[in-house]
């Protein structure tokens, strides 16, 4: 990708993911953002936990095949965040639309 990525949406992704399963563990959260931008997992881990740290995220470990996993969760201050992330998101696709594509009816 030719556009660089900001930590608003690299939270707002994370976020949006780990909101569509509930909850989710560190290594599928990877995997589900990587199918749409680029990101190691040394990425990853400090967003998540800044995310934690902010309240944005809750997490529980539960034991999976004898280890336990992280599991991570949006909290009701996380879901309010990304509803505004989404409505942030919207009205700048819109704009950028505009100008870059010529889409006047966005």
Do not use: C
């Not at 992704?13 to 399963?21: Q, S």
């Not at 995310?51 to 995220?57: M, P, R």
């Amino acid at each position: 990708m030719a556009f660089p990525i900001s930590a608003s949406l690299l939270d707002a992704v994370v976020l949006a993911i780990v909101a569509k399963d509930a909850s989710s563990y560190g290594y599928k959260i990877t995997q589900d953002v990587r199918t749409v931008m680029e990101v190691s997992e040394s990425t990853l881990y400090p967003v998540l936990r800044r995310l934690q740290k902010e309240e944005y995220l809750e997490t529980f470990d539960q034991e999976f095949q004898g280890r336990n996993r992280r599991y991570y969760k949006v909290t009701a201050k996380g879901f309010q965040i990304l509803a505004k992330y989404q409505q942030d998101w919207i009205e700048y696709k819109t704009n950028i639309n505009r100008i870059l594509i010529g889409d006047e009816k966005q």
